[in-house]
């Protein structure tokens, strides 16, 4: 998995058995290996931007032949010979990803685009690889995210207790599953901001010298400035009902951030206020789109916003009186959860069964996702 924070690639190694509500997913290890400087900015030269068809193609090459030496460092790590992986499942790196209809010699269309090349990572491991999850659910009509909620309620759901399972990574994403559900009950959908603004503004005023605001060191020292966060806050994707999803071209672009560049907010008063910015339009999100459905006793955090203490301190006071959690407290490593779920994915994708949740995405119909590479004899 690699996601929108572009931070680096997160490894899975997972055992799974059985099938539908009885599966059964134990983590055996995990790894992540974080994105070279110059890889990185490989990636954001072709991200939402213009950019030569030369460059997209080494790219795409450049991360497939990462992504498979990502496993097999993962692997040696974990002490568990390639030979016996039977199955791999790779996301890949999104690079533009366009929810909404535009219209192309009159003909309207929606697009998405993950990079990492599978045949190289067949080829680098051994395994066969599932990869490009999204567009046999825009196909179907879907937004082709989020993916993440099947998984989220084959690990979560309860008869007893009505749960939000939320993802903070550069995105938010979250699915909403009350008790005794059945998954078209489910509500899911990207919220906006999860660490991407905090994260480019922590790059910006360090002079790049760091990726995220450690620990929430710099947004503790801030004050939120209130007229900004009204602004952002009354953004159309924020009003805009699920199913809906989004990400860097909406929330990461130059124009975004420009007001928190304003010469009269200090660097802390800017953190603090896009801090402020992701943890209360999740719990706007809460309010308006999931509470008045179902009730709510616990909210389930996973991502790299888990560790930033000022996130979740805020988090937990506006969630309340439901109860903030991590995914660790289910046995399931909050780093690791997204990488896990594509692994479930991949799974079901290779058994040839549905995995999107309609529900979620918007789509017509249940669709088996993702496309299979085999690799080369041995």
């Given at each position: ?10 490894v ?8 539908g509500?009885?599966?059964?997913v134990?983590?055996r290890?995990?790894?992540s ?19 030569h ?7 795409h ?7 498979g030496?990502?496993v097999?460092e993962?692997?040696?790590r ?6 016996k ?6 996301h ?9 209809e ?7 269309v ?12 067949a080829?680098?491991?051994?395994a ?30 309860s ?5 939000v ?11 909403a599953?009350p ?5 078209h ?15 480019a503004?922590?790059?910006?005023f ?8 450690r ?38 672009e ?28 999740i719990a ?11 009730g709510?006793?616990?909210?389930i ?10 996130l ?12 903030l ?19 479930v ?21 249940p ?10 004899p041995?």
């Amino acid at each position: 998995m690699s996601g929108t924070s572009v931070d680096g690639i997160d490894v899975a190694l997972v055992e799974i058995r059985g099938e539908g509500l009885k599966l059964k997913v134990q983590s055996r290890a995990f790894h992540s290996i974080p994105y070279a400087p110059d890889v990185r900015d490989a990636i954001f030269s072709v991200t939402n931007t213009e950019t030569h068809t030369s460059r997209l193609s080494q790219v795409h090459f450049l991360l497939g032949r990462l992504f498979g030496e990502a496993v097999r460092e993962a692997c040696e790590r974990a002490g568990i010979p390639l030979g016996k992986l039977d199955l791999i499942g790779s996301h890949g790196q999104t690079v533009y990803h366009q929810p909404s209809e535009s219209e192309i010699g009159g003909v309207l269309v929606k697009s998405t685009l993950q990079l990492g090349e599978s045949a190289l990572i067949a080829d680098l491991t051994g395994a066969p690889v599932v990869a490009d999850f999204r567009p046999a659910d825009m196909a179907a009509g879907g937004e082709g995210a989020p993916l993440v909620p099947y998984v989220d309620y084959l690990l979560f759901r309860s008869r007893a207790e009505g749960r939000v399972v939320l993802n903070i990574g550069g995105i938010a994403n979250m699915t909403a599953i009350p008790s005794a559900s059945e998954p078209h009950q489910v509500i899911a959908f990207d919220t906006g901001p999860g660490n991407m603004v905090m994260d480019a503004l922590a790059e910006h005023f360090s002079g790049g010298q760091a990726r995220f605001d450690r620990d929430g060191h710099l947004a503790s020292e801030g004050q939120i400035d209130s007229d900004l966060l009204e602004r952002l806050r009354n953004d159309e994707y924020f009003k805009r009902p699920p199913p809906k999803s989004t990400g860097r071209e909406k929330f990461g672009e130059r124009h975004y951030l420009e007001p928190f560049f304003d010469p009269a907010l200090t660097p802390a008063d800017a953190m603090a206020t896009a801090n402020a910015l992701t943890a209360t339009t999740i719990a706007q999100s809460v309010q308006q789109f999931v509470a008045p459905k179902m009730g709510v006793d616990e909210v389930i955090a996973s991502g790299g916003g888990t560790r930033n203490p000022e996130l979740m301190g805020r988090l937990r006071e506006l969630l309340s009186p439901a109860l903030l959690r991590t995914s660790g407290d289910y046995g399931i490593d909050s780093d690791a959860k997204e990488a896990i779920a594509f692994a479930v994915l991949a799974y079901e994708s290779f058994h040839r069964r549905p995995a999107n949740l309609p529900a979620a995405t918007g789509a017509r119909r249940p669709c088996v996702l993702g496309k299979i590479c085999h690799p080369p004899p041995r």
